[in-house]
């Protein structure tokens, strides 16, 4: 068996423990909330490890700001645990049940998933973010971070994992994998014998390597390459307020706006407004010719490639369609499936595309910075899915659960 | 492009249509019933063909009667596919939402998978059943039968297909590969710029190939090690009927029973009238040490592997254990997920079982044979998930639908 291997058997058997845990869950995540607090300078003496080796590693000052705790930062992370806690159990709930003709009563109850992989990049606070999530939904989980937070994760899982056995239960609820390796990212996405489920949380090429390497059960998360469609009968100024809200409130972000498309009888008297606006924050525009034609020489030519990347940067593409037709061949080629938007005042409109664009959430007249756990109302999350099997956008704790069905009678044969 | 990719894309685009189709999917399902009637001569002759190659290749005479179209058995294809048009439209189910605080309006909705891929062996009615669930579930399909049946499927295929266009649906809606070769299958499994899920039916061998090739999501079907634990407090007759009727009423199915484990406090009771029953179906015991000092040397000493394995024949594993724990150890280790029964008078052991055991379908005092779609009252099955994501169980068409938010304002940033 190799390390990997026997984690895997490991949190199997811990996951077996928290089938019946019920409400003792929260009583350990309370005890870890309280342990990340009394070890905080020594997390913190691990991070800086970590933020040495960065630096030293060149990593830029926006990722070293990912990567580092502060006793600020891991006073946030304690809180997001408590809120977790204080979440209903997931566990348990009664999805659906009937009686049939002969008597048998069949119940669809929520259970859990039993080993959750997680795969993350340089961000340390989805350590404990993650695993608290996992532990409440009644399943162990297997993390495995980017390796230039290393240290950082694994003060925090050890102090998590003190923190579970002195409540009486099995460490290996939570698991780190300490090599980061590209192989032991390998062999967790292949672990088919213990993994019930793996969640990449990540840029494009983690999850383009996820989907091309796993094995086991995965849900895809994150990329989107977001798209707003001002139709002809947008009041102007509402479609100029979104688009400067989707694209610069948060660009790196997966809900940020990446292509505005526009109805070619709008946009001679829209685009100069939308430009004015998205001017504030300097943001470099890509357009198509007709958007050029508009607007001149400071819109920089669009090719094909600026239709279908993400920027997540202050960049717009930006094209004249001919209708909300064209418009919706456009998402539908070019769409990652995340969130996409409408802007208009016609009924049937909005109707058609909120039924014909294939995407986890699509919008008509806000933001689709909106597309996220917290915002939706759904506690707390664990990554936003832009594929379809499972859950579909914001995942909180149900989409974190299975169900089983369970059937009881009496001598009942068929 | 290959020929599959071209199906795929193919697929997607009438995957595009069909999002918008409506109970106009009735009309198609109506039509290919009839069409099956009307052409039932034509692919009675091209499945004497499959019937001659497989008398020739050797087959069974199991498997040539399941491959074996009469007009009897298209005449029940055409019923089922009506049956399918007569079940609620799983699409447009909403199936959450509410109003946030900053008046956006959240709609959780089922939408369609997209394009479903099936794998399946050599039953030529499964080509029909599958396509017309999926074509209800609002998504195109690509189908890959098995190479027995590809005249048969062919058949079948294009009678659909021609039905389609008659009611003004893109024949691509029902695609069917007719490549039998392994690497149309492998291809068809790394379709993931076309396939949204696929679905594989049929043996273990099948469902390992597309688990270690797949590279869009899967959901696993099917294999099934069913277990039944004889408690202590049971009653013996009631164990002895569930047992005879869990073994013998089909025991080529997935819902089987494979294994018996039994309480050692009532064993020396229990297992001679078991064993009785089970006589009159010449059922074969393999047996731990004590069964068969028990019983005597009529039964087989079991391996391991008589554990591990599904028999899909008159063939039991019996093993005598300590105690309920004992026996949950034993299902832990050994089951594939799909359906466990415990036979009790014990309200906490009863309790005990449905909790621990991780598997799709849990029963008290019932036959595991109920595990099915039709039983459960879903109406049609695509096949029994044994998997934690997505569809636990029997799926029925809801199962074959994804969901999207809709979120609607009037102007909201965040």
Redesign the interface.
């Known amino acids: 068996m190799t390390v990997i291997e026997q984690m895997g058997a490991s949190a199997k058997k811990a996951s077996?423990f928290l089938?019946?845990a019920g409400s003792s869950k929260d009583d350990a995540l309370l005890a870890i909330a309280k342990a990340l607090r009394a070890n905080s300078a020594e997390i913190i003496k691990a991070n800086d490890i970590d933020i040495e080796n960065g630096r030293n590693a060149g990593l830029t000052e926006s990722l070293l700001d990912r990567l580092r705790l502060t006793a600020e930062r891991i006073e946030g992370m304690a809180v997001g645990v408590e809120q977790v806690a204080n979440l209903a159990d997931p566990v348990g709930r009664v999805l659906d049940g009937?009686t049939?003709k002969n008597g048998?009563k069949?119940e669809?109850v929520t259970?859990p998933?039993?080993v959750i992989g997680i795969i993350y990049e340089a961000r340390p606070n989805v350590t404990s973010d993650a695993a608290a999530l996992c532990l409440k939904a009644g399943s162990a989980v297997i993390l495995r971070g980017g390796k230039e937070a290393i240290n950082s994760n694994k003060a925090i899982a050890n102090t998590m994992r003190n923190a579970l056995a002195e409540v009486g239960f099995p460490e290996d609820c939570i698991g780190l994998i300490e090599d980061t390796s590209r192989q032991s990212a390998t062999e967790l996405m292949q672990l088919?014998e213990y993994l019930?489920?793996l969640i990449p949380r990540g840029g494009a090429g983690l999850i383009k390597s996820v989907?091309?390497n796993a094995?086991v059960?995965?849900?895809e998360t994150g990329v989107g390459n977001c798209h707003l469609f001002v139709d002809e009968s947008a009041?102007i100024e509402?479609a100029k307020?979104?688009i400067?809200?989707?694209k610069t409130?948060r660009p790196s972000v997966c809900n940020a706006l990446e292509t505005v498309l526009i109805h070619k009888n709008i946009a001679e008297k829209a685009l100069p407004e939308i430009k004015a606006e998205l001017d504030k924050k300097n943001v470099e525009i890509r357009g198509c010719s007709v958007v050029k034609a508009i607007l001149g020489d400071c819109v920089v030519e669009a090719v094909e490639e600026d239709f279908a990347n993400e920027f997540l940067d202050y960049i717009l593409a930006v094209k004249v369609v001919d209708d909300i037709d064209s418009a919706l061949e456009h998402i539908?080629k070019y769409s990652t499936g995340h969130s996409e938007c409408i802007v208009t005042s016609d009924y049937a409109n909005?109707e058609k595309f909120?039924?014909?664009v294939?995407?986890?959430?699509?919008?008509?007249?806000?933001?689709t910075?909106?597309?996220d756990g917290g915002?939706?109302?759904l506690g707390a999350e664990i990554g936003i899915s832009t594929?379809?099997?499972?859950a579909?956008?914001?995942m909180g704790l149900n989409e974190l659960t299975?169900?089983?069905?369970?059937?009881?009678?009496?001598?009942?044969?068929?």
Chains 1, 2 share one sequence.
């Open positions: 077996r089938i019946n009937r049939l048998l069949i669809k259970v998933m039993g088919t019930n489920v989907v091309n094995k059960p995965v849900i009041d509402m307020n979104i400067f809200n989707g409130s539908a909005a909120t039924t014909s294939d995407s986890a959430a699509v919008y008509v007249n806000a933001s910075r909106f597309t915002e939706f109302g594929q379809k099997l499972h579909r956008g914001p299975s169900s089983k069905f369970i059937i009881k009678g009496n001598g009942q044969i068929r």
